[in-house]
């Protein structure tokens, strides 16, 4: 069972940077690792896939993040981070860090909550124009 907590959220201006964290435990040898969000207005238990991160350090990202968010892990700290720049008021949203075998599936689109094996407790961002 992973489990995992995300910290790093915040307020920022447009065009600005924030570092999301996630503390990873778990056996996560088998798993995909990533970030979603819950924007406002989708499903209450939906979340859109931004950035995955594999075992071998292989990224993906969705068409919207692409060069200016940047998915990493520090496997001697089990971390995973999500650093986000050049932010906009549409990147505003509660995000999750996230482990499932088949999370690769969902960057860049929408999935529903339980068909992922594991969320974090989740944290918010909010950008201002």
């Known amino acids: 069972q992973v489990q995992l907590a995300e910290t790093g959220g915040g307020s920022v201006q447009a065009g600005g940077s924030l570092r999301l964290s996630c503390v990873v435990s778990g056996d996560t040898r088998r798993v995909y690792m990533g970030w979603f969000r819950h924007i406002p207005g989708m499903s209450a238990s939906d979340r859109e896939g931004v950035a995955v991160i594999d075992s071998t350090g292989a990224t993906y990202y969705a068409d919207s993040v692409k060069g200016r968010f940047t998915i990493s892990q520090d496997v001697n700290k089990n971390t995973l981070y999500l650093q986000m720049n050049s932010l906009k008021p549409e990147d505003s949203a509660t995000y999750y860090c996230?482990?499932?075998?088949?999370?690769?599936?969902?960057?860049?689109?929408?999935?529903?909550?339980?068909?992922?094996?594991?969320w974090g407790q989740g944290t918010l961002v909010t950008v201002s124009s």
């Open positions: 996230a482990a499932d075998p088949n999370l690769r599936l969902g960057v860049g689109h929408s999935v529903a909550g339980p068909a992922v094996a594991a």
